[in-house]
C-alpha cells in the first residue's frame, strides 16, 4: 500500500531555520533519528528521481519526486542528495543537503 497526501507547495516558502526550530522542539538526539530514518525511507523505498521529505509537526515521512519538487517550487536539485523538511502549519520548507 502507497498511501498518499497530496498539497501544493506553490504557496509554501523557504525558511533557512526550520531545522533549528526543529532542533529546538524535539531536540538534538530525536531531530538526528528523523534525519536517520528520512535517509532509510529513501534506501528502501526510493530510487534516484526522489527525495525524502520530514514533516515536522507530526515526524512523518514521505517520499516525492525531484520533478514535483521542481514543477511547484522552482528548485532543481537532481542527482543531489538532500532532505526536505516541511511544515505544513506554518508553510515552510527548507532543503538540507544529507549530512
Known amino acids: 500500500?502507497?498511501?498518499?497526501?497530496?498539497?501544493?507547495?506553490?504557496?509554501?516558502?523557504?525558511?533557512?531555520?526550520?531545522?533549528?526550530?526543529?532542533?529546538?522542539?524535539?531536540?538534538?538526539?530525536?531531530?538526528?533519528?528523523?534525519?536517520r530514518q528520512a535517509r532509510d525511507i529513501q534506501r528502501m523505498q526510493g530510487n534516484s528521481k526522489t527525495l525524502p521529505i520530514i514533516l515536522i509537526e507530526t515526524c512523518g515521512l514521505a517520499l516525492t519526486s525531484y520533478d514535483i519538487i521542481n514543477e511547484h517550487t522552482g528548485m532543481n536539485?537532481?542527482?543531489?542528495?538532500?532532505?526536505?523538511?516541511?511544515?505544513?502549519?506554518?508553510?515552510?520548507l527548507q532543503v538540507l543537503n544529507d549530512f
Do not use: R
Open 77 to 92: 536539485f537532481h542527482n543531489n542528495k538532500v532532505i526536505l523538511i516541511l511544515s505544513k502549519k506554518q508553510k515552510l
Open 1 to 35: 500500500m502507497n498511501p498518499s497526501i497530496k498539497f501544493n507547495l506553490t504557496s509554501y516558502k523557504t525558511d533557512n531555520f526550520l531545522w533549528s526550530k526543529f532542533v529546538d522542539n524535539l531536540g538534538i538526539t530525536k531531530a538526528h533519528e528523523a534525519i
